[in-house]
């Protein structure tokens, strides 16, 4: 044995954010945390389902929280790619909620023009850790983005797929309902009867 290395290992300690493969369902993340409870690990889980360390641990913990995982069939992330699908996720989001129109250019284009993050690896990682491709999550955003813009500015389908870079207006339709199992009519209906309530709500108080 290097002792020296052993030595490095020793010292060694872990920060940051984790994902990990594999974890899909529920249940898998229950099992996740209760391995990361049980080895007395202060973390939280991200929205996104990457492990936050909110303290460093040692060499010791985090191979064993590794072990524990590779017994069960998932495998914990190093920091370099778990960074990468971090900034993958944010910048899908960032495009998605807080650029006034999409951009004309495809997805992997936008991926590749920050930070060239294209590789079909890193995109394969992402489907392994999200358990969805990256354009299932594109797709997933565009139409969360789209409930807002119906539910909270009151805008036309219309424009809301002029907006989000659709074709026209039934494409979006079209992909609404196949991602919600509704269509955008209910969401205008739902917007309405909560209109309704806070004006009766409003009228009561006053």
């Not at 974890?23 to 007395?40: A, E, H, P, W, Y």
């Not at 492990?51 to 913990?61: A, G, T, W």
Request: some cysteine; hydrophobic content about 35%; aromatic content about 10%.
């Amino acid at each position: 044995m290097n002792y020296s290395n052993s030595i490095n290992k020793d010292l060694e300690t872990y920060s940051s954010k984790r994902y990990v493969k594999y974890m899909i369902c529920l249940r898998d993340k229950l099992f996740l945390q209760s391995k990361l409870n049980k080895q007395g690990i202060n973390y939280r889980m991200t929205v996104h389902g990457a492990i936050e360390f909110l303290e460093e641990i040692s060499y010791e913990k985090y191979h064993q929280l590794e072990t524990e995982l590779s017994k069960a069939g998932f495998i914990l992330l190093d920091e370099k790619d778990s960074m990468l699908i971090d900034r993958i996720i944010n910048m899908i989001l960032e495009v998605i909620h807080y650029s006034e129109t999409l951009p004309k250019l495809k997805f992997r284009e936008i991926i590749n023009n920050h930070g060239k993050l294209g590789e079909g690896s890193i995109l394969k990682i992402f489907s392994d850790v999200k358990g969805m491709s990256v354009l299932q999550f594109i797709v997933i955003e565009k139409i969360e983005r789209a409930k807002e813009l119906m539910l909270y500015e009151d805008m036309p389908l219309s424009e809301i797929a002029e907006l989000l870079n659709y074709k026209n207006q039934d494409y979006l339709i079209a992909q609404f309902k196949k991602t919600t199992g509704l269509t955008p009519s209910y969401y205008k209906r739902l917007k309405m009867e909560r209109t309704k309530i806070t004006e009766e709500f409003v009228n009561e108080i006053h």
